[in-house]
């Protein structure tokens, strides 16, 4: 039986085509909740981004953030934390500092950048967001740094990163996190904090960061507009965002009548 069901934002919940939640995933997301379903998010996005997009549509009740890094309560309080080590931090923040390449920073409260540029304007032009304040790294925990970089460029600051490993998420953009997390470790301690089982969850993804997440998950669905990785770690693949794509995952499993629209 599933009794909670973790959501990506990008792609997959919030449609950057239209620019908003697909109404048929609004409807569909409180109709579960009317039947006692828990409802989570789970995405690289930091909090201050999530607020901005979503806003108090929907009231989840938890979150995985910055692709597990960091791990909320239904009243967004912080129960699990994994920062980037102080020693890959502190070769990030020289890297940082060079200014060779757009580099954001999140740290618990804080999402800044570098510099930007018209790469980095564009690819987050692509995800509904806006670019962060431009400002200097004073020492703080990382959680999840974005870089936009080529390819060259992207294995010159990851080869001395020897605890970290990274996803893309956009052609010439990618998300480096600690080398022990990722959406599934947040999951897990979001699970425990809930008391749940890996067996009672479902979880939407369409990127490349969401493959170890519908793969551990009892139900995993990748978006028919989804990259090949999380096609291929899914159990099923439903329609696009944008062609009802998470109302009918839910009528093809049975939580939601056949009826619905």
């Not at 069901?5 to 909740?33: C, K, M, N, Q, V």
């Not at 909320?72 to 890959?88: M, Q, S, T, V």
């Amino acid at each position: 039986m599933i009794k909670a069901i973790f959501f990506d934002i990008d792609g997959t919940l919030y449609s950057h085509r239209d620019h908003r939640i697909p109404e048929s995933a609004l409807w569909a997301l409180e109709a579960l909740r009317k039947q006692g379903v828990l409802l989570f998010l789970s995405t690289g996005r930091h909090m201050i981004m999530i607020e901005h997009l979503l806003g108090n549509q929907i009231p989840f009740d938890g979150y995985v953030s910055l692709t597990g890094q960091i791990c909320l309560d239904r009243e967004k309080r912080i129960f699990y934390k994994n920062p980037i080590c102080r020693e890959d931090t502190e070769k990030i923040a020289a890297f940082f500092n060079k200014k060779t390449v757009p580099l954001t920073l999140m740290e618990e409260n804080r999402r800044y950048i570098n510099f930007t540029s018209q790469a980095s304007g564009d690819a987050l032009k692509r995800l509904s967001s806006f670019s962060p304040p431009v400002e200097a790294y004073q020492g703080g925990e990382l959680y999840q740094v974005s870089g936009f970089l080529c390819e060259e460029a992207a294995k010159e600051l990851l080869s001395p990163l020897t605890n970290c490993k990274y996803t893309s998420w956009d052609d010439g953009a990618i998300d480096i996190i600690s080398a022990d997390g990722g959406k599934t470790v947040g999951i897990q301690k979001l699970l425990e904090h809930y008391c749940l089982s890996p067996d009672s969850i479902m979880a939407f993804g369409d990127g490349d960061n969401d493959a170890d997440m519908l793969e551990f998950a009892q139900i995993g669905v990748a978006m028919g507009n989804g990259f090949q990785k999380a096609k291929e770690a899914a159990g099923y693949v439903t329609t696009d965002i944008d062609d009802d794509g998470i109302a009918n995952a839910l009528k093809h499993f049975h939580l939601l009548p056949a009826s619905f629209s």
